[in-house]
Structures are given as structure tokens and as C-alpha cells.
């Protein structure tokens, strides 16, 4: 029952993410899935890599995050939240200038996650990251990655950030 139940909430989340060209929806934020997750999400070898230009960062010296495609496939949607622990919120704030994503607002920040603004094929995206000026700690930067229906990557984590 609790199975049954968690696939299908799992399955409406991961159509979100591609299901909605101009972006992922609010309902994702947490759970960070796209709708079409009836499928699964896909196992093995991730052909793209989430990476911080630092370890380091403070509220005035961002980083930057790269969503870069490793091989063949590009991507269509996404999702990145810089995340603590095991909380589910996003912490601090994305900037999405000269990307082609969009910056959204989560529950319990702005522009604290940062999604697609189009179904367009890409091979990467570069996004700045700020934290909160009140934050210490360390977090990692998540994405999931969608690139077809049936294709998607969840639980793609970044190199850990120490926020001073
Ligand atoms: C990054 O994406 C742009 C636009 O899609 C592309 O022209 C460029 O070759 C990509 N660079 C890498 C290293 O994948």
C-alpha cells in the first residue's frame, strides 16, 4: 500500500519536470522529481556532472554550478537546489543570468532553485550560487535531470560546499 502510494507519488512528480516546457513546477521543490517517474528513474552510468568552481563560499564570494552533459545526451529539463543535510529546501540563491534557465522560488527562499525555461536541447548550463549571509555550514548542490519521457536523472550531487 505505502509502495503503491509512493510510486505514484513519485510518478506525478516526474512528469513535472518535462511535462512543463517553460520550467519545473512549485509542487516539485521538495521532492526534486519529474512526473514521468512511473518509469523510473534511470540507474548505472549519469551522463552528466553536477560541479562547484569552489569548496568554499561565503555570501560575498559565490560559486558557480555547472550542469555539464558527459557524453552523447543532452538534456531538455532540470532542476538544481543547493541542499543541507537532509533538509528539503533549497538554501541561499541562484542567479540565472546568461543561462537559459530561470531561476524559482521554493517554499522558504527566493530564487532558491534554478529549472529550464524551455524544452530546448542543451549540453550544459552555468548558474551562480550565493548563500544566505546567516548560513554556515556545508551544503551539496542536487540536480535532476530530465532528458526524455522516459529518460531522466535523479539525485545528481555535486561536490561539497563550506559556507564560512
Ligand atoms: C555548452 O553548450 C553550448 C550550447 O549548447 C555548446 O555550444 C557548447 O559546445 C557546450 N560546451 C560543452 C563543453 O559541452
Redesign the pocket.
Given at each position: 500500500m505505502l509502495n503503491t502510494y509512493l510510486v505514484i507519488a513519485s510518478a506525478l512528480v516526474a512528469a513535472q519536470v518535462t511535462a512543463f516546457p517553460g520550467g519545473a513546477p512549485r509542487s516539485a521543490c521538495a521532492s526534486m522529481a519529474p512526473i514521468h517517474m512511473l518509469f523510473g528513474a534511470q540507474s548505472g552510468d549519469v551522463p552528466f556532472t553536477l560541479s562547484v568552481s569552489s569548496g568554499e563560499s561565503n555570501s560575498a564570494s559565490p560559486v558557480t554550478v555547472t550542469l555539464?552533459?558527459t557524453g552523447d545526451a543532452d538534456f531538455r529539463g532540470y532542476m538544481i537546489q543547493a541542499r543541507s543535510g537532509t533538509e528539503t529546501t533549497g538554501v541561499g540563491s541562484f542567479s540565472a543570468e546568461g543561462s537559459q534557465g530561470k531561476t524559482m522560488d521554493c517554499p522558504g527562499g527566493t530564487a532558491n532553485a534554478v529549472t529550464h525555461s524551455s524544452r530546448v536541447r542543451?549540453?550544459?548550463e552555468t548558474f551562480l550560487w550565493t548563500p544566505p549571509a546567516d548560513f554556515q555550514g556545508q551544503v551539496t548542490m542536487k540536480a535532476t535531470v530530465v532528458v526524455g519521457f522516459r529518460t531522466f536523472y535523479t539525485e545528481l550531487h555535486s561536490t561539497p560546499v563550506t559556507v564560512v
Open positions: 555539464q552533459a542543451r549540453k550544459n
